[in-house]
C-alpha cells in the first residue's frame, strides 16, 4: 500500500501559481503511475492529471493541459503539481492518488487517498 500528503494549497488570484505536493510512504511507490484529482463543492471527483512510475509520460485532463504540469521525484517518494495561471474554476480540493492502472491516458486510482489539499482562486 501506498499512504499518501497532500501539502501546498492555499488561497491565490486569477492568473497565478501553486505547486502542489504528495509525499508517498510506502516500498512500492516507485513501481506506481501517480495521478491528480480534485474535488469542487457538489461536484464530483475529476481526474487532473497522471504521470508513469519513470516520469516518462504525462496526462492531463481537459481542463488544465497547457496550464499544469505534474512531475516526480522518485529518489523523494513526492509527486509535484506546478499550477500555472490559475482561474476561479480551478477552486477545489486537490489529491494525489496512486494510479491501480492508466486508460485512454487517465488514471485509474487505488483505494488509499490521503486528506487533499485545498486550492482556492479568487476572481
Known amino acids: 500500500q501506498v499512504q499518501l500528503v497532500e501539502s501546498g494549497g492555499g488561497l491565490v488570484q486569477t492568473g497565478g501559481s501553486l505547486r502542489l505536493s504528495c509525499a508517498a510512504s510506502?516500498?512500492?511507490?516507485?513501481?506506481?503511475?501517480m495521478g491528480w484529482f480534485r474535488q469542487a463543492p457538489e461536484k464530483e471527483r475529476e481526474f487532473v492529471a497522471a504521470?508513469?512510475?519513470?516520469?516518462?509520460?504525462?496526462y492531463y485532463g481537459d481542463p488544465v493541459k497547457g496550464r499544469f504540469t505534474i512531475s516526480r521525484d522518485n529518489a523523494k517518494n513526492a509527486v509535484y503539481l506546478q499550477m500555472n495561471s490559475l482561474k476561479p474554476e480551478d477552486t477545489a480540493v486537490y489529491y494525489c492518488?496512486?494510479?491501480?492502472?492508466?486508460?485512454?491516458?487517465?488514471?485509474?486510482?487505488?483505494?488509499?487517498w490521503g486528506q487533499g489539499t485545498q486550492v482556492t482562486v479568487s476572481s
Open positions: 492518488a496512486a494510479c491501480v492502472g492508466l486508460v485512454s491516458g487517465t488514471c485509474v486510482p487505488g483505494l488509499n
Open positions: 510506502g516500498r512500492t511507490f516507485n513501481g506506481y503511475a
Open positions: 504521470i508513469t512510475w519513470n516520469g516518462r509520460d504525462t
